[in-house]
């Protein structure tokens, strides 16, 4: 099977289409991140408190909202993830003003507090009962031995009994319920019958239970993003130091063009869709900058090949040959990451989606530029060195390769 | 021609049993349970996917600075007494500079005395200066100062590690986080009483004897009222807990004597018990000889007065001294639980945190969490293996086998290198995983898509794979390069999850550079040697 054979297109021809493709997604973004979005940043690099809650049905964002509003939480933000609107999640957000220094869980111990408050579904009498959503194992393994339902007494023997079936409690409801239990009832046959007699009767499920908390004091979210520019700045170096030495200094400077393209075009469109940018985020854009760079070797490692053996040929003409000869291999390549990725768009749940998304976008961007804006600029350098009376070939290699 | 591809087919089978021993070891059966235990014991799972707690604390170190500056601005005190020099004020006077010591008010005919005293014995630790009028000036080196500090932050390490173990938190890291200046990371997994090992961490435990100078005052107020409007310099106001004065008592305020008669680093042992006459829990403390001694003597010749026993910057207990105490004290009171007395005792026993701690960041991941990232982690895997596989399959028909084995061997060593190294698998290590399974992959195109020119080219297939392999090698090597490159820098510049990341795309790549050129060569050869000269290929 072939996708492509023999391709004679005419690439270079296309150049002020690819231009203003590139300048339109790349000002849109631009504009974005200047205008509209600005660039929303994750709790990683702006400080602050996210308390992802998970509830047994689909939550109510308004019913959420007026119980951190009683609680007295100023300026909370309810946000429901993208993704299968079965998972009812909610990540609620405080700012980092509400995340004070001196007591940095305040803002965490607030949002349950007032969630176990207004979720509780019978009456105050709930309140001094065991929440099996929320119970820890080593509060149920306490609870249990207090008030010992199997009467085993104070020993040895009745603690690891009672641990046991607590941790299988806890094993049932975080690794094959999602921290969520259906009912009280459910628990038989994970735990002895006494046991969950003395639940069904002593305990309740509050209908949420808490999966995670960020809390990101000022000083550390600063100090990240500033590393995470630097490391930036350091990979597009890098590159740029490779090419260079692979090749030639236009080449690398091409290259890293088109890398800072994507960069900006993959920023953007977290900016558009209002998407935040986490730690993995940058990872996942650090990445792309490697990779992306795959695409636009393989390109570039064929014009200098076709640069050795006809020297006579225009450089247009050449650089088009050469984008067409690999045209299958660069889609292919990218074709073949951008399957995986997708898989893991798809199906690799709400904490990577944002890492994910920024490879989607960034391989499709990444394949493109190497075709439509490294290889454009190898012409245009020389188009502009000739106009300027230099010499008009590109350099084709400082070494004779195999 | 023959053997060779024999060797070389041992290496690679040597080499996957190596690995897949490094992913199971022996596993206690071959049952899928059996299997998955084996597995989850060799590839260490970061918090992200176990469940835990992530902390980044930050150790004030200037308060160690304060107080051995504390320390010596007393004893720069007895020096001078000891010398007759009366009437000189030595004082921080600086509240927000912890390294800088006054001593004002000098006598003029005195000037120079002061000046050898202070020269002779604190040289080696002062910048000594005359400041303006008839006073001298101790800045605090800078190097000694930096010394200090880091001392306070190892300290402040090792309570920390003493406190979790005793917590029973397995596998903790405590470890300087080198973003910062004097922080800590720490990370616990798997812990899932999180209020109560936070205040565990965060205890000072810093116990003090205090004279007592004035109090018990109602309120801040009147305590300074008290004083005379303002607290003088070798003096602070200090809260207390309810009952502790006496039994009932609410909560008031005491002007004690600043400099302890003893502190933190004076307590030998510390233990759970119960006060002999009313039963109430109590934590029984016992002084180093040394601290004991020099309590006995305080104690000894002050019979009558007010004592104040300290925790944390809050007055616990205050008692008229009847006699001579030695060694041994307790604390008590202010509806104490036994939990706390228990944690209490631990905390005094691992000794006293040289300065207070703040939190700045904290993440935790409960267990549902993690469990659910496993799962959608695996399913991503294992759908975005299989699109690939059958991509390939398609595409290339013969040679798709080939490169679907090599991607397997691939993510063989991959996982297999994890188990050896013990390095941490993270969630966004997973998807360096699915990574390089598409970027693994893409080596095979390189390859097959060169083998495919030099064929349409009209060479025979095995001067066709030959070529194939030449000339997609130096491309292989950039494309691999510039992505390592990345994740070293991420290595480098990440934390915890990141990391994970860069380490398992990385240790993908490089395994991919055997599989992808290596294995699938010989692949090929084999695969050759088994046909006629010219006999055309599958790809």
Known sequence: MELFHDPKIDWLGKKWYFLGFSLIFSTAGLLSIFFWHHLPLDVDFRGGTVVRVKFASHPDADRIRSAIDTAGLKDARIQEPYGPAANNEVLI??????????????????????????????????????????????????????????????????????????????????????????????????????????????????????????????QVGKVLQHQAELATLYSLAGMLVYLWFRFELIYGVA??????????????????????????????????????????????????????????????????????????RTVLTSGLTFLTVLSLFLFGGEVLRGFSFALVVGILIGTYSSIAVAAPMLVAYQDWRARRGKAAALPAAKKARV | MKTNIRTR??????????????????????????????????????????????????????????????????????????????????????????????????????????????????????????????????????????????????????????????????????????????????????????????????????????EVIGGPYPDQQSALQAAGGSVPPDAELIQSVPGAASEGSATSWYELRKIPVWGGTDIRDAQPGHNPNTGEPEVDFYLTSAAGDKFGAWTGANIGKDMAIVLDNRVQEVAVIKGQIRDQGNISGGGISEQRVKDLSMLLRTGALPASIDFLQETTVGPSLGADSIHQGVVASIVGMVAVWIFMLVYYKGAGVNADLALFLNLVILLGFMGFSGATLTLPGIAGVILTIGMGVDSNVLIFERIREELRAGKSPSAAVDQGFGHAWTTIVDTHVTTIVSAAILFIFGTGPVKGFAVTLTFGLLANLFTAVFVSRVIFDAHLSRKLHGEPISI
């Open chain 2, 9 to 210: 087919l041992l290496i690679i089978i040597a080499v996957l049993v190596v690995f897949v021993f490094g992913i199971f070891r022996v596993p206690h059966g071959l049952s899928g349970s059996a299997l998955k235990q084996a597995v989850l014991q060799n590839i260490h799972l970061g918090l992200d996917l176990k469940g835990g707690m992530h902390l980044i604390l930050q150790v004030k170190v200037d308060e160690a600075i304060s107080a051995e500056t504390d320390t010596d601005v007393a004893s720069i005190q007895s020096d001078l007494q000891r010398n007759g020099v009366n009437g000189a004020v030595v004082s921080k006077p600086d509240p927000s500079r912890a390294d800088f010591i006054q001593v004002a008010s000098v006598p003029p005919d005195h000037t120079n005395d002061v000046r050898s005293i202070l020269e002779n014995t604190y040289s080696s630790r002062f910048d000594i200066s005359p400041g303006v009028g008839n006073s001298w000036t101790l800045t605090m080196k800078p190097t000694v100062e930096s010394e200090a500090k880091q001392r306070a932050l190892d300290q402040a390490i090792e309570v920390i590690q003493t406190r979790t173990n005793t917590l029973g938190v397995s596998e903790p890291i405590i470890e300087p986080y080198q973003l910062g200046s004097y922080q800590i990371l720490v990370e616990l997994p798997g812990v899932d009483d999180l209020g109560r090992v936070k205040d565990v961490i965060q205890s000072t435990a810093r116990l003090e004897a205090h």
């Open chain 1, 93 to 218: 957000t405080l700012s980092l003003t509400a995340t004070s220094q001196s007591a940095i869980d305040q803002g965490r111990a607030g949002i349950v507090t007032a969630l176990s408050r207004h979720y509780s579904r019978q009456s105050d009498q709930d309140q001094n009962r065991l929440d099996l959503d929320n119970v820890s194992g080593s509060a149920l393994a306490a609870w249990l031995q207090q008030n010992d339902p199997e009467h085993l007494g104070n020993t040895a023997d009745a603690q690891t009994r009672y641990q046991s079936q607590a941790d299988a409690v806890l094993h049932f409801r975080d690794a094959e319920h999602s921290g969520i239990l259906d009912s009280v009832d459910s628990l038989r046959g994970v735990v002895d019958p006494a046991v969950l007699t003395a639940l069904q009767q002593n305990s309740w499920l509050s209908g949420f239970s808490v999966r995670s908390v960020e809390i990101v004091g000022a």
């Open chain 1, 255 to 328: 290259a890293v063009v088109a890398c800072f393209h994507d960069t900006i075009i993959t920023v953007g469109a977290f900016s558009l869709s209002n998407q935040e940018i986490s730690l993995t985020v940058i990872a996942a854009i650090l990445t792309l900058i490697g990779y992306s760079m795959n695409d636009t070797i393989v390109v570039f490692d064929r014009i200098r090949e076709n640069l050795r053996l006809s020297r006579r040929e225009p450089l247009a003409d050449l650089v088009n040959r050469s984008i067409n000869q690999t045209l299958s």
